[in-house]
């Protein structure tokens, strides 16, 4: 996403995330960590922040994660 939007341009996306570690909850299903998201975007130019957010229960896991939509920011 960072490599197509311009400086001070944004990408809201949705997903899940863990705010523990990195989870693989089905054959192509992640819960990437916060700390694992934040930093990726950080490292292309951009800052992550999370703008809304539910609980998502994983009955297998016996844990929920978070869904919702998350705001990428390019930085300059």
Same mark, same amino acid.
């Given at each position: 996403?960072?490599?197509?939007?311009?400086?001070? /341009?944004?990408?809201?996306?949705?997903?899940?995330?863990?705010?523990?570690?990195?989870?693989?909850? /089905?054959?192509?299903?992640?819960?990437?960590?916060?700390?694992?998201? $934040? $930093?990726?975007?950080?490292?292309?130019?951009?800052?992550?922040?999370?703008?809304? $957010?539910?609980?998502?229960?994983?009955?297998?896991?016996?844990?929920?994660? $978070?869904?919702?939509?998350?705001?990428?920011?390019?930085?300059?």
């Amino acid at each position: 996403m960072l490599s197509i939007i311009d400086v001070g /341009g944004r990408a809201i996306i949705t997903g899940k995330w863990s705010s523990g570690d990195t989870l693989q909850f /089905g054959g192509q299903s992640w819960a990437h960590s916060t700390r694992v998201l $934040k $930093k990726t975007a950080s490292d292309f130019g951009g800052e992550l922040n999370f703008l809304e $957010k539910n609980d998502f229960w994983l009955p297998d896991f016996g844990r929920a994660i $978070k869904r919702g939509r998350m705001e990428i920011t390019k930085l300059a």
